[in-house]
């Protein structure tokens, strides 16, 4: 059985940068929008990951509810900021896990994970006594601490981490994280330290094991996607993969805090960025074709796949 020490990592959250210290044992909210009851807004096969993780069914994508950050231009607006989402137990989570790879999920893919992160490590460890095979995949914002990685060494196989901003200004005004940019630095060579070699399947299709950076370039702001790629390529070189993203979406809750954000990238701006990553020496990346933000990256997050039955919350508990 899975050790429930890990939930005391809720009490005084120290789990992202922010730090806030909420007791979230005891119901108290974090910064993150939660307390330590897990909440769950969809669990389901997803086919709009990278095609590594994708694989001919999809990635078993589970989204939780809350973010550490607050990104103005937010695609999961209503489930980030705690408006959807169903609470369910640890356990009810690890069954999930098993229902997904049953389904034919290619890797269990963990949607905004990082405040629910002592539920994950225990229904991982879980899911994986009973059988789980497929990659666990955690997929982040890039805002988290080295020591919150490090509790995930030996449990997660793949790291899919955004990393959003080389400019602390960017990040202060777009995401309310001026630190953003060293805080994602560090943890990436967390994720690093623990998978340092990218490892595929047989026929090259499935990532197993590895790091694969996001990165979603925003209108206007190129030069600064060109300095963050440069500088985990030079840090990194080819333990990493890329995700060079076009598909930003403007919201019209832009005009006002933002409006040169409310236009989406020119091809003259994505292939600027992308040339650069070739000028570099890149090989390792995944490039999109045009039209994708005409296409809905979003699913509903109206709790398909989380429940089975009437499984009660529980907090901090299994």
């Known amino acids: 059985m899975p050790d429930t020490a890990i939930f005391e990592q809720y009490r005084r959250c120290r789990l992202c940068p922010r730090r806030c210290g909420a007791d979230r044992l005891a119901g108290s909210t974090g910064f993150c929008g939660e307390t330590a009851d897990l909440r769950i807004g969809r669990a389901a096969l997803?086919?709009?990951?990278?095609?590594?993780?994708?694989?001919?069914?999809?990635?078993?994508?589970?989204?939780?509810?809350?973010?550490?950050?607050r990104c103005i231009y937010c695609q999961n607006y209503s489930l980030a900021h705690g408006k959807q989402g169903t609470a369910v137990s640890a356990d009810r989570l690890a069954d999930i896990f098993l229902a997904l790879e049953a389904q034919g999920a290619s890797c269990i893919d963990l949607v905004t994970p990082d405040h629910f992160l002592p539920h994950i490590v225990y229904a991982l460890k879980k899911a994986r006594a009973m059988g789980l095979s497929?990659?666990?995949?955690?997929?982040?914002?890039?805002y988290e601490t080295p020591s919150a990685i490090s509790l995930l060494d030996g449990i997660v196989d793949i790291y899919l981490t955004d990393f959003k901003y080389a400019d602390s200004g960017l990040a202060g005004r777009y995401s309310a994280?001026?630190?953003?940019?060293?805080?994602?630095?560090?943890?990436v060579r967390e994720m690093v330290r623990q998978q340092p070699v990218p490892v595929f399947s047989e026929d090259g299709s499935l990532m197993k094991r590895g790091v694969l950076v996001r990165h979603l370039i925003l209108p206007g702001h190129t030069r600064d996607s060109m300095e963050l790629i440069?500088?985990?390529y030079e840090s990194f070189g080819d333990q990493l993969w890329f995700s060079?993203?076009?598909?930003?979406?403007?919201?019209?809750r832009l005009q006002g805090p933002a409006p040169e954000l409310c236009r989406p990238i020119t091809r003259r701006e994505y292939k600027r960025v992308v040339d650069y990553a070739l000028s570099l020496g890149?090989?390792?990346?995944?490039?999109?074709?045009?039209?994708?933000?005409?296409?809905s990256f979003i699913p509903a997050f109206d709790g398909t796949g989380v429940s089975a039955g009437p499984t009660a919350p529980q907090t901090g508990r299994v």
């Open 46 to 69: 997803h086919k709009w990951e990278e095609p590594c993780l994708a694989g001919p069914y999809g990635a078993g994508a589970v989204f939780f509810s809350g973010c550490q950050l």
């Open 177 to 187: 994280a001026p630190d953003y940019p060293e805080q994602a630095f560090s943890a």
């Open 134 to 142: 497929v990659p666990a995949v955690y997929n982040c914002s890039g």
């Open 282 to 295: 890149i090989t390792n990346a995944f490039i999109q074709e045009g039209g994708t933000v005409s296409e």
């Open 230 to 232: 440069r500088k985990l």
């Open 244 to 252: 060079l993203m076009n598909q930003f979406t403007p919201d019209p």
